[in-house]
């Protein structure tokens, strides 16, 4: 169960599960979001896209677009295990040892024999490694307790093979013989400061891969040889089919993502190139300054009746008298003279995001551009003078602008 903590109407993680949530790193904030070949064993090189730094929460809620990632591809590390690779002193390792045919030389209980003396035996046993060295391991064995250096060819970690299928949110291993481990303490829920999480195409899984192995797709590196056969890339990811793995499906959603991203970068430019010329061409004039009215100019409304009553008084007492100087001030100024202003707002500068879209003339031909209309040339004509452009100025965008 997840502890949440709720402040002014916000979600807010706990400390110990804030910490749990960063999950990333400086190399995957380099990578975000990047379409790339990654390498696995039993896979050509296959097309993901790097996920973006994001909270673990995040990722894993229903509201996210692709699968959302399990646990284990947080907290489990899975690899492939081959003879004499990735070994290192305390691991436990499945070696062969060596059947020696003079026996004298057991009385030392420590043997450091050569691979060229020795005689391999028939059957693996689990042992201890001691030490690691280029060409040897030493190492110790479990049932016989026996202590001997063996070439790093005749062991191996200890695995286990695992058929794998295609399943959405899991995480995607190697083929063939692959080593398990949790991660504990601070490196639980996080990854390794060299490694990047893809999201692969066409299977919907995730994977953990070195951030030095993978490229980003292009057309360059599909048309590259790939295997002995002499065929390309892009021809072993089309024939590739296997347990659910469709790799002709993969290398299709990565290219439809690419053209996509490549149609927004145009018509971002695009837009922006017209902005920038609309309003080279059409600068907004400042607006004029706001002046506050005098006090003395400003009558309510009942001061108004008043004043018209009061003259009508007048009126009736003295025919047609006018008011003099001193009446017009005693209706003007009074004890509630503050109350009379109005208070006018200060001019403020409109931010950007709130200025609007400005439409060229341009954009809008072309939204009618795909109506069919009949138009004479007469009408051309009329339109041109109208314009004040010639024939030649009436096909160039920018002279349309002016």
């Given at each position: 169960?997840?502890?949440?903590?709720?402040?002014?109407?916000?979600?807010?993680?706990?400390?110990?599960?804030?910490?749990?949530?960063?999950?990333?790193?400086?190399?995957?904030?380099?990578?975000?979001?990047?379409?790339?070949?990654?390498?696995?064993?039993?896979?050509?090189?296959?097309?993901?896209?790097?996920?973006?730094?994001?909270?673990?929460?995040?990722?894993?809620?229903?509201?996210?677009?692709?699968?959302?990632?399990?646990?284990?591809?947080?907290?489990?590390?899975?690899?492939?295990?081959?003879?004499?690779?990735?070994?290192?002193?305390?691991?436990?390792?499945?070696?062969?040892?060596?059947?020696?045919?003079?026996?004298?030389?057991?009385?030392?209980?420590?043997?450091?024999?050569?691979?060229?003396?020795?005689?391999?035996?028939?059957?693996?046993?689990?042992?201890?490694?001691?030490?690691?060295?280029?060409?040897?391991?030493?190492?110790?064995?479990?049932?016989?307790?026996?202590?001997?250096?063996?070439?790093?060819?005749?062991?191996?970690?200890?695995?286990?093979?695992?058929?794998?299928?295609?399943?959405?949110?899991?995480?995607?291993?190697?083929?063939?013989?692959?080593?398990?481990?949790?991660?504990?303490?601070?490196?639980?829920?996080?990854?390794?400061?060299?490694?990047?999480?893809?999201?692969?195409?066409?299977?919907?899984?995730?994977?953990?891969?070195?951030?030095?192995s993978v490229r980003r797709l292009s057309d360059q590196l599909l048309a590259?040889?790939?295997?002995?056969?002499?065929?390309?890339?892009?021809?072993?990811?089309?024939?590739?089919?296997?347990?659910?793995?469709?790799?002709?499906?993969?290398?299709?959603?990565?290219?439809?993502?690419?053209?996509?991203?490549?149609?927004?970068?145009?018509?971002?430019?695009?837009?922006?190139?017209?902005?920038?010329?609309?309003?080279?061409?059409?600068?907004?004039?400042?607006?004029?300054?706001?002046?506050?009215?005098?006090?003395?100019?400003?009558?309510?409304?009942?001061?108004?009746?008043?004043?018209?009553?009061?003259?009508?008084?007048?009126?009736?007492?003295?025919?047609?008298?006018?008011?003099?100087?001193?009446?017009?001030?005693?209706?003007?100024?009074?004890?509630?003279?503050?109350?009379?202003?109005?208070?006018?707002?200060?001019?403020?500068?409109?931010?950007?995001?709130?200025?609007?879209?400005?439409?060229?003339?341009?954009?809008?031909?072309?939204?009618?551009?795909?109506?069919?209309?009949?138009?004479?040339?007469?009408?051309?004509?009329?339109?041109?003078?109208?314009?004040?452009?010639?024939?030649?100025?009436?096909?160039?965008?920018?002279?349309?602008?002016?």
């Amino acid at each position: 169960l997840k502890l949440l903590v709720f402040s002014g109407g916000q979600e807010v993680l706990p400390p110990c599960a804030a910490m749990a949530d960063v999950w990333y790193n400086d190399v995957q904030k380099k990578w975000a979001n990047c379409v790339v070949l990654y390498r696995l064993q039993g896979f050509p090189p296959w097309p993901g896209r790097v996920e973006e730094p994001k909270p673990r929460h995040q990722l894993q809620s229903p509201m996210n677009p692709y699968a959302p990632p399990e646990d284990r591809v947080f907290d489990k590390e899975v690899k492939s295990v081959r003879k004499g690779v990735g070994m290192k002193v305390g691991d436990t390792v499945s070696s062969y040892f060596t059947v020696v045919q003079n026996h004298s030389s057991f009385c030392l209980g420590h043997e450091r024999l050569p691979a060229s003396d020795a005689q391999r035996s028939v059957k693996p046993c689990k042992a201890i490694v001691r030490s690691v060295s280029r060409h040897h391991l030493d190492l110790r064995f479990k049932e016989s307790g026996r202590e001997q250096r063996v070439p790093r060819a005749w062991a191996e970690l200890i695995s286990a093979r695992a058929k794998q299928v295609q399943a959405a949110g899991r995480l995607k291993q190697p083929k063939g013989k692959i080593r398990e481990t949790a991660l504990r303490g601070k490196a639980r829920g996080k990854l390794p400061p060299s490694h990047i999480l893809v999201y692969s195409y066409g299977d919907e899984m995730y994977r953990k891969v070195r951030a030095s192995s993978v490229r980003r797709l292009s057309d360059q590196l599909l048309a590259s040889a790939y295997g002995r056969g002499g065929s390309s890339l892009k021809q072993a990811l089309e024939n590739f089919k296997e347990r659910g793995f469709d790799g002709a499906l993969a290398l299709r959603e990565a290219i439809a993502e690419q053209q996509r991203r490549c149609r927004e970068s145009k018509a971002r430019s695009v837009w922006q190139r017209d902005q920038a010329e609309f309003r080279s061409i059409h600068r907004s004039a400042p607006s004029p300054a706001i002046q506050t009215p005098r006090a003395s100019l400003l009558v309510t409304p009942q001061k108004v009746s008043s004043s018209l009553q009061r003259d009508d008084v007048l009126r009736d007492d003295e025919g047609d008298e006018e008011l003099t100087s001193d009446d017009e001030g005693d209706l003007l100024t009074s004890d509630d003279e503050g109350q009379l202003c109005r208070r006018w707002p200060q001019r403020q500068t409109v931010p950007v995001r709130m200025a609007g879209k400005i439409v060229p003339y341009s954009e809008q031909l072309q939204a009618g551009a795909s109506v069919t209309r009949v138009v004479s040339g007469g009408q051309l004509a009329e339109a041109r003078s109208i314009l004040g452009v010639s024939e030649a100025e009436s096909g160039d965008r920018a002279a349309l602008h002016r």
